[in-house]
């Protein structure tokens, strides 16, 4: 099992992210799936925090 990512990863994810999408949205590329980009940085920001909640959670029923 791999261990939980810390929190701070979540809130570095989301960072770049936008950073990553406002910049695209400055200087649009056609070659570029922005909508697939978008997804991805969802899907990383929400498996981070489900990561966390559960190492919260086992961390909890230890205590």
């Keep these: 099992m791999t261990p939980a990512a810390p929190e701070k990863t979540q809130y570095e994810t989301k960072d ?3 950073r990553a999408e406002y910049a695209s949205g400055m200087q649009p590329e056609p ?5 697939a980009a978008v997804v991805f940085n969802l899907l990383a920001a929400e498996t981070t925090a489900y990561r966390i909640a559960l190492k919260t959670k086992s961390t909890e029923q230890v205590s």
């Excluded at 070659?31 to 909508?35: I, Q, S, T, Y």
């Design 16 to 18: 770049s992210g936008e």
């Design 31 to 35: 070659d570029e799936d922005h909508a």
